[in-house]
C-alpha cells in the first residue's frame, strides 16, 4: 500500500533550484510538509513561493538556509529542523561538481571540499534523522547520485565527482543492508542528465581547463538530450511510494506510469 505522504515531513537539501526544487514541490503537491535547505536563501524563498502559488500552505513550508561544506552550519541546521519534529523522508541532493580539472592539479582542500558537500553531509544528516525513523518504524532516505558511477571513466577532468558519488552509493547500500527490517528504507537515485544550473555552470567553464567535459555537456543541451528537472523528480517520486531498499534508482529505469 502507498504511504500517506500527507503525515509526512521531508527534508530536501539542494532545493533551491534544479532537481531539489522539483522534488519539493512533487513532495508538497503529495501532501508532504517540506523543508527546504540550501545556502542561498533567496532561492530558497523563489521555492517558497511557487509551493504558496501552488496552494500549499505557508505552516507547511520551512525554510533553513545553511553551507552544508560547514560542519557547524550542518549541526545547527540538524538541530532546528528536528526541533520542529520528526523527519519521516530525507533527500540528500545537494551536490557540488567541483573541484573540475586535471586531478595532477587538484588541491586536497578542494578535494575534501567535494567530500564534505557530497558525502560526508548526507551521512551526518542521515544519522541525525534516523533516531526518530527508528522509532517510528518507518523512514525513506534517498542520495541523489550520478550515472557516472556506472562508468566513470566518462567523466574525465571530474574525478571528485565520480569519485564522491561512487562513495555515496557504497554508503547507500550499506545502510540499506543495516537497517534491513526496521521499516527505514536507504536508496540512491540517477537522476538523468537534467537541464540545471549546474549543467550551464558546467558549459561556462573554461574549455581548456575542462577538456573534453566541455563539448560532452555543451553537446548534450545543443542536442536537446537533457530532461526536465519536474520529469526526473516524477520519476523519483515514484520509486518512493515503494518498499524497495539498498537500491539504485534511475530515471530511465522509473516504476510505470511516470
Ligand atoms: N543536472 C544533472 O544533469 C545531474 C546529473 C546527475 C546527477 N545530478 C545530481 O542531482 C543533484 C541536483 O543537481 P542539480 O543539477 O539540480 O544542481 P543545481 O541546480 O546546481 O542545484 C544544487 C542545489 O544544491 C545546493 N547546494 C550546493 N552546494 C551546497 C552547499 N554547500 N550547502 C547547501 N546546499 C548546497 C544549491 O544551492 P546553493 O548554491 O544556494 O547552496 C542548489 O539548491 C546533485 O546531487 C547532482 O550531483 C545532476
Known amino acids: 500500500m502507498a504511504p500517506d505522504f500527507t503525515t509526512k515531513t521531508a527534508l530536501i537539501t539542494g532545493a533551491g533550484r534544479g532537481i531539489g526544487r522539483a ?27 511557487q509551493l504558496r502559488e501552488r496552494g500549499v500552505p505557508a505552516g507547511r513550508i520551512s525554510v533553513v538556509p545553511a553551507d552544508l561544506a560547514d ?11 528536528l526541533a520542529a519534529g520528526r523527519v519521516d523522508i530525507l533527500v540528500n541532493n545537494a551536490a557540488t561538481v567541483e573541484p573540475l580539472g586535471p586531478t595532477i592539479g587538484i588541491q586536497a582542500r578542494d578535494l575534501r571540499a567535494a567530500y564534505e558537500v557530497n558525502v560526508i553531509a548526507p551521512a551526518e544528516l542521515t544519522a541525525a534523522v534516523l ?9 525513506r532516505v534517498v ?3 550520478s550515472g557516472i558511477v556506472a562508468s566513470p571513466a566518462g567523466m574525465i577532468r571530474g574525478n571528485a565527482y565520480a569519485a564522491t558519488k561512487a562513495a555515496l552509493e557504497a ?3 550499506n545502510l540499506a543492508a543495516e537497517l534491513a527490517g526496521t521499516g527505514v528504507t536507504v536508496n540512491a537515485y540517477r537522476p538523468g542528465g537534467v537541464d540545471t544550473a549546474m549543467q550551464a555552470w558546467i558549459r561556462g567553464q573554461d574549455p581548456e581547463r575542462i577538456g573534453r567535459l566541455h563539448e560532452r555537456f555543451t553537446k548534450n543541451y545543443a542536442e536537446g538530450t537533457l530532461i526536465t528537472p519536474e520529469h526526473s523528480a516524477a520519476a523519483l517520486l515514484a520509486h518512493l511510494a515503494g518498499d524497495g531498499t539498498g537500491g539504485i534508482w534511475d530515471v530511465s529505469t522509473a516504476p510505470a506510469g511516470t
Open 23 to 49: 522534488i519539493a514541490l512533487g513532495l508538497a503537491d503529495a501532501g508532504t510538509r517540506v523543508v527546504l535547505l540550501a545556502r542561498t536563501a533567496g532561492q530558497l524563498e523563489e521555492t517558497s513561493g
Open 71 to 81: 560542519e557547524g552550519q550542518r549541526a545547527l541546521a540538524a538541530a532546528s529542523v
Open 143 to 145: 542520495n541523489i547520485s
Open 131 to 139: 533516531p526518530g525513523m527508528l522509532t517510528a518504524g518507518w523512514g
Open 171 to 173: 554508503h547507500t547500500v
